[in-house]
């Protein structure tokens, strides 16, 4: 059983920055590309970001150029630095593999006031 523990949600202003990490409890953890997901209010659940076990990275074109994926093979974490954040940008964010093939984690709130 795998298990994903998300943080670093909040409140910010348009405009501002938010580091959203994620633990995950899963043994050969350097084996599995990584991606952030998110929820919005009313909507189906998308992926935004993901890294490959190389640590190359890819977004989604509403989140390129402004979130930053990285992982660190050593703490079993994947971050997600979020700057110029939009009121667009207000979901719940959670972390999985690629395929999101993990139970998912509680993921945390980010919420973005215009």
């Known amino acids: 059983q795998v298990q994903l523990v998300e943080s670093g949600g909040g409140l910010v202003q348009t405009g501002g920055s938010l580091r959203l990490s994620c633990v995950v409890f899963?043994?050969?953890?350097?084996?599995?590309?990584l991606a952030w997901y998110r929820q919005a209010p009313g909507k189906q659940r998308e992926l935004i970001a993901s890294?490959?076990?190389?640590?190359?990275?890819n977004y989604q074109d509403s989140v390129k150029g402004r979130f930053t994926i990285s992982r660190d093979n050593a703490q079993n974490r994947v971050a997600l630095q979020m700057t110029r954040l939009k009121p667009e940008d207000t979901a719940v964010y959670y972390c999985?593999?690629?395929?999101?093939?993990?139970?998912w984690g509680q993921g945390t709130q980010v919420t973005v006031s215009s």
């Open positions: 999985n593999s690629d395929r999101g093939s993990w139970s």
């Open positions: 899963k043994n050969f953890f350097s084996e599995y590309t």
């Open positions: 890294i490959g076990t190389d640590a190359t990275p």
